[in-house]
Each structure stands twice: as structure tokens, then as C-alpha cells.
């Protein structure tokens, strides 16, 4: 299905208006070539009635047959006709010779012209059908360069002419200084229509989106689908960085308003990146790339808005792509390890357990903290099996540990909120608890709010799945985010972990502090245990004793530790 009036002629009108002119030049050259080959013929046929040399007029008539062939090759149609009327010509006057003057020497002057017409007319007919099969070929051509250089759903320009007309403008540009923006367009949430209302739905938005924007842009403009549902606009006007700005505002605000496609109003918003030639790249290649990378900053930082291409954001999206490549390769070369963090009873010191808190000690880029390594792991989906094999590995290495020490220890795990919308995530931590043979009641998962955000029925219903084998669930980070109560008791929490941060303002003389009281209260009423994170010094420790804190975990007794040395310090423990 195509968009009528998309497909649009890029050529500008001042390179037409050369065309046209040069094609009348060549038609004037030609009338005037074979307005001298007819003179020629004609001197040439006067010649050859005078003469009484014989093989002088053989000669001419030789030359009359040239003529006539080349006219017909050269100027085809034109030329056919002008041969057969000349050689008409020359039997004409051959048969008043013959007749009227009784000159029967000129008789080859009649048989010739016959001979000759029949030759062309073969050679016209054999020619015309050349030419239909090279009039077949080059429509083909034509259609494979539309395949080439068209978007088959939308009609409108493709990657590789958006590339080439770049390519195009920048090599003018060596002539003569010329500036261009490119504006690289991708919808937010795209692949969410295509999957819910599937492809044919999809491909009608994807052609109402090409059709909105069409009608917004400037006619000098030419935009182009570069894949999926990214688009590039190229801007080929001079434009001030605001006024960028404000004409890709407008392109943003039309997008927001919703999409009326067959009985569904669907809503969306785009993320826009811009390049600008020759600031950001010196090929159409790097230009696009450099849109896109700036692109991508909007999409990671929230997305619907638009961001300038600059050379600090290409450093730190390099190294980012360097991490990420580094981090799919680490977990297959035991870079990555788990360390061990003990949590106490706050009245009676009595060690609880311990949090595992992955390491990547990269032989490449040092060690990387888990708040660099987490979202990037999040971001590119490696969460799912770098969050498969930290529960794993924790479950083995505390085994080992907890064997070796006399108390009852519970082993807390942290989990991601993508790991925890897994459809497979209870049958993953069942295949690891089976794996490793692990007493289910002494593992504690550790999610934070957002895994409510979306769906509290559906976090609840995976909470109850958990409890039900016997595993403790504790709510991570409790006042960084959200930080609603009213769901609180709709969900089966065993323990809250009080953030850092509250805790750190225990150190302080302010009524903020108070609020920590308040909410160990709160959370006994609720039947929920509470560990504070993060504890550091006394002063905290003091509080929280005297607010009946259960549990704490902090550097004030116990930084995280390696499983070597957690092992030679086991007997602290015990
Ligand atoms: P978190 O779950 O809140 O973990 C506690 C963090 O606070 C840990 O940082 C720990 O080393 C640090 N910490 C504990 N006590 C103190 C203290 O007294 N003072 C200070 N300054 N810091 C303290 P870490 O190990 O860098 O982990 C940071 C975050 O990365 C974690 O915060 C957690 O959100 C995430 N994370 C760590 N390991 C994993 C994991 O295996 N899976 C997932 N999904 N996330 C993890
Ligand atoms: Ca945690
Ligand atoms: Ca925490």
C-alpha cells in the first residue's frame, strides 16, 4: 500500500529545466545534420543524372545507399522516412529519365533506390524491436532503482537514498560551503503496537505517522524511512539551532496527538536526534550514525524529546558500547564473582544473614561498581542470565559458607525489576534451587517498588508463588522512589529495607529523622520486619536500637566480603 502523492520527483526544478533545455539543443543539432545529409543527397543525385561517367555515378549511387542507411541508424523514425522519400525521390526521377528522355543508363539509378528502401525497412523494423527490448530493460532498471531506493510500505525515499542524496549535497559542498541538518526519528514504544495489535495494524500506523509528518514538513525537505520505525529528515535550509528546535517541536506535538487506525486510537510519541553537517561528520555514513547516537541519549534519558549531536556524548556512548561489549563476554571468563554482605540483629549482634552483591573485576576497564554494570545489564537484556547465574552462584558459595558456621543464616538476593516481569522467573528460581539442592526458606529475594509500578496484582500474584515454596520477600531500597505505603499491606512483604539515605540522616539533629521511627513502627504494626541499610556510625546505631530496628546492615559492622575472605574470618561469625 502506498501513500498517493508521497512518491514526489527530489529532482529540483532548476536541474529539470537544464534537462529540457539541452534536449531542445540536440533536437535543433539533429534537424540540422540531417538537413545537411539531404542536401548532400540531393548535389549528389543532381551529379548523378548529369554524368556521363559511368562508374563516377556507380560510385555516387554507392555513396546515395551510405546515406540512406546511416539517416535510417542515426535518426531512426526521421531518418526512415527521409531515406524512403529520398530514394522515392531518385526512382521518380530515374523512371522521367527513362521514359522522357529515353536514358536508359540510369536505369541502376531505379533499381538501387528500390533495393535500398527494402534494405532500411528490414533494418528499421530489426532496430524498432531492438529498441522495445531496451525500452523493457531499462523500465526494469527503473524499477529495480525504486526498489533500490523506495520504502516498499511507504513510497517514500529509503536508507540507501537518504544516504546518497547526503553523499550528494556533500560533495557540492566541496565546491561551494553548504550546512545541512539531519534529524533522526524514532517512535517510542512502536514494537508495543506491533506486538499487541499485530503487523497489518502496525504497518497502517507506521503509514499514518510517514502521512502526518508529510503533511507538516517544508516542501524543500525530503524525508525518509531508514528502517522499522526510524525516519531521517533532511534539512537542507539555513536554520538556526532554535529554529531546528522549534520546526522538530512542532514535528513532535502533531506526532502526540492520537491515531485514529481502523477502531483503535492509538497514542505515541517519537525521540528525535539531530546532526548537523559539517560540524558532526564529514560522511552521510557518520552523519546518520552521529543523529543516531544523539537519538539514542533521549530514549535512555525518557524519551519524546530531541537532542543535538555532540563529541562528549559520542565518548560516552563509545565507552558505554565498550562496557556492554565487555560485560557479554565477562560471565563466559570469570570476571564476575559474588561478595557477601552480613546483616545483624540490632539489639544482640546476632548475625542474620548476608546480602550478595555482584562484582566484575574486568581485566579491561578495572572493577566496575554494580550501579555502572546493573542498568547497563538491564538495558541490554543480560540481566536474565547474569541475574541466573549471581542467584546460582550465590546459592553454591553460601552453601559452603553457612556449612561451615553454626548459626541459622538466611542468604538475600537482589533482583531486578526486568528479571522479575519474566514470565519464567519462579520456574527459574525453582530450577536453581534444585540445581544447587538450596533450603528455599533460608533464600530472601530482594526487589525494589518499581516491580508494583506496572502491575500490583501481577508483582502480588508472583509474591504469593514465591512464599508458597517457602522463599522471604524483602522490599529494597524503601525511600528512593515511590515510597507508598497504601500498597503495603496489600502485598505479602516480609521485610523492608530502610534506604542509605534516610539512615544517613540519622546522623543529623532534624525532624526527618523522625519519620524513620515512625516507619519501623508503622511496619511492626504491619507484621513487616525492618533492616536499615547503610549504617555507619554509632549515633545511627543508637537510634535505631532505640526505635526497635530489627535488623541492620552496614560498614559499621560488616563491609561486603569476598568468599576468601569470608572464609578465613569465619569463626568471627560463629
Ligand atoms: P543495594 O541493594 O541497596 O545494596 C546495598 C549497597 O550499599 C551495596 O552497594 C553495599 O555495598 C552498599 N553499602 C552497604 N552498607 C554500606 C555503608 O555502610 N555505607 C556505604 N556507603 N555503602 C554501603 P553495591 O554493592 O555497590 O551495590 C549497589 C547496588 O547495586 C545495590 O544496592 C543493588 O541495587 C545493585 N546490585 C548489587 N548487586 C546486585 C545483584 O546481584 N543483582 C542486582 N539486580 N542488583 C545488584
Ligand atoms: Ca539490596
Ligand atoms: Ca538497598
Redesign the pocket.
Known sequence: MHIKGLKKNYNNISQSKIVEYNSSITLAVKFIILLCFVILYVILLFIQFKTTNGSLAAIISQVEVMISIYLEIKFNKQGYITAVLLNCTQCITSIIHIIFLNRLDVMPGFVTPICTIIIVSLLYNNINQLNDKIAEILSQKEKLNTLAYFDSLTGIPNRSMILRKMQFIINLSKLENMRFVLVFIDLDDFKKINDSLGHGTGDDFLLAVISRICSIINKNDLIGRIGGDEFALLIQRPLKNDEIIEYIESIKTSLNQPFQIGNFVLNTSASFGVSIFPDDGQTSDELLKNADMAMYKVKSSGKNDINFFNKELKELILKKIDLENNLRSAQDYNEIYVVF?PQYTTNTKKLRGF????RWQSPKLGLI???TM?PIAEETGIIISL?EW?LKNACIKFKEISSNLNADVILSV???TIQFMKPTFVDMVKKVLSETDFDPCKLEL?VTESVFISSAEYAARIFEKLKEIGIHIAL??FGTGYSSLSYLHKLPIDILKID?SFIDELNHYNTRKQIVGDLINLMHKMNIAVVA????TEKQLNYLNEHNCDFI????WGK?LSETELKTSISWFS
Open positions: 554482605q546480602e550478595a552483591l555482584v561498581n554494580p550501579d546493573i541475574g549471581i537482589n533482583i531486578s530482594e529494597d531500597d542509605k541499610e547503610g549504617v555507619e546492615q552496614g560498614f559499621l561486603p
